[in-house]
């Protein structure tokens, strides 16, 4: 079965310092894709990042960026000058043609 | 605007009695999905569409039935079959599944269920 796991349940960061939140998963496919969702306490649930498995390059989106080890079954969510507004569970996810899976959610708290 | 509605934001519904949760979407998406998501524990896939009138059981599908009669609505009954009904649940749609780009998953707000 494949899986997606989180490691981290909580983090925390200071104020315009950088946080890595961990995810690795587990699947014998070669195409897929992986996420990772942003869910504020409003609870709306919004795409943050993601990657295509068949591109080695890592994907960046302004202060968010992904540190993707195919062989490893890694996908690391990289969040630079932290702000107050990320505070938020991240949810890290993997789709294939078949099936989607969500992690277990990191618990982000941004200190000001 | 294009997006995803989900309605109520909030349910409350007493032991024995089915509810239908309501999830439309305007994006022309032929996927659409729905989720659970109780504390701790993830998103957790119940039912999904590819295409009108078909539909998956995913994970957790028992005590649960929905319909795909058309493109931009997917409702979700919860039955008095499901034990431990109360929980977040989202709904999402995404263009169908094909082999080269993405598909990512575009959610609605949520209806929050309580059982009484």
């Known amino acids: 079965a494949q899986t997606v796991t989180q490691s981290q349940p909580e983090m925390s960061v200071q104020e315009a310092e950088t946080v890595t939140l961990s995810c690795t998963y587990d699947t014998s496919e070669n195409n897929y894709y992986l996420f990772w969702y942003k869910q504020p306490p409003s609870r709306q649930m919004i795409l943050v990042i993601r990657q295509e498995a068949y591109k080695q390059q890592n994907a960046t989106e302004n202060r968010f960026s992904v540190n993707f080890q195919k062989a490893a079954k890694s996908f690391s969510l990289k969040i630079s000058d932290s702000q107050l507004g990320d505070t938020a569970m991240y949810f890290c996810?993997?789709?294939?043609?078949?099936?989607?899976?969500f992690g277990a959610g990191t618990r982000l708290t941004v200190k000001p | 605007d294009g997006g995803i509605t989900q309605s109520p934001k909030y349910l409350f519904r007493k032991e024995g009695q089915n509810v239908t949760l309501s999830c439309e979407q305007n994006l022309n998406h032929d996927a659409m999905y729905w989720y659970r998501q109780d504390p701790g524990q993830g998103l957790r896939l119940i039912y999904y569409s590819q295409i009108v009138n078909d539909f998956q059981k995913g994970d957790i599908a028992e005590g649960y039935s929905v319909s795909r009669e058309k493109k931009e609505s997917f409702p979700l009954t919860v039955t008095s079959a499901q034990k431990n009904p109360t929980a977040f649940y989202l709904c999402?749609?995404?263009?169908?599944?094909?082999?080269?780009?993405?598909?990512?998953?575009?959610f609605g707000p949520g209806t929050r269920l309580t059982v009484l």
């Open positions: 999402a749609s995404s263009d169908r599944h094909r082999l080269a780009g993405y598909n990512e998953q575009f």
């Open positions: 996810a993997f789709m294939t043609r078949s099936d989607m899976r």
